[in-house]
């Protein structure tokens, strides 16, 4: 059965530094998406992505974030000077009509 | 702005219970409801899906209703198992395709 991956699973990094964190979507779907959850928390909504560009973005989504279909196949999540407060599993989802979502990378930011 | 609340936040109940969640939503201009199953430290698997036109949704010993109108879903979980203990996220979809996720029930059932 298809299905979404995510690396790495598990990424450390001290605040201040990049990340990249990157999904596979489920081949034929054209709708990808990023959520977070912080610990104990709801999952939130950050950025839909459809047809090579952003549909929709949350408030949290600042200038922080970018987010990028490089090769077709890929749809990676940049945080560019991460905080303690991005600290979170970020989880990806695409879709076709109904939206499947990747096991999660859990981000932690020293 | 679409706001998602489920009741209860915990649920501890005996092996062979029959249960129900419960899940609010304050715009009743939703695309279809979602409802989820998230393990600890894990992803999202979805359960069930209603579309805003269905009443309700069945699969295996779950069964999910939908009351658009007043804002309301409820997921049955007939003849509880231990299998079933995890977290129930009820999502809804709005118009423009994203998410939103109400807090979560943790639900635990004992052997």
């Known amino acids: 059965e298809p299905e979404v991956t995510q690396t790495p699973s598990h990424q450390v990094t001290q605040m201040g530094q990049e990340v990249i964190l990157r999904c596979v979507p489920i081949s034929n779907h054209l709708y990808f998406y990023w959520y977070r959850q912080i610990l104990g928390q709801k999952v939130e909504f950050l950025v839909s992505?459809?047809?090579?560009?952003?549909?929709?973005k949350s408030e949290i989504f600042d200038d922080q974030f970018s987010v990028e279909r490089p090769d077709g196949s890929n749809f990676t999540l940049k945080i560019r000077s991460t905080k303690l407060e991005d600290s979170a599993m970020y989880f990806c989802?695409?879709?076709?009509?109904?939206?499947?979502f990747g096991p999660g990378t859990r981000l932690t930011v020293l | 702005k679409q706001e998602v609340t489920q009741i209860p936040a915990a649920l501890s109940v005996p092996e062979g219970e029959n249960l129900v969640l419960n899940c609010s939503f304050t715009d009743s201009a939703i695309y279809n409801l979602q409802w989820f199953r998230q393990d600890p430290g894990k992803g999202l698997t979805s359960l069930l899906l209603i579309q805003s036109s269905q009443r309700e949704q069945t699969s295996g010993r779950l069964n999910a209703s939908l009351d658009k109108s007043s804002g309301r879903s409820t997921l049955y979980i007939a003849a509880s198992q231990p299998g079933d203990s995890a977290t129930y996220l009820c999502?809804?979809?709005?118009?423009?395709?994203?998410?939103?996720f109400g807090q979560g029930t943790e639900l635990s059932v004992k052997p």
């Open positions: 992505f459809y047809n090579n560009e952003i549909s929709e």
């Open positions: 989802a695409s879709r076709a009509f109904v939206q499947f």
């Open positions: 999502a809804v979809n709005d118009q423009g395709g994203k998410l939103i």
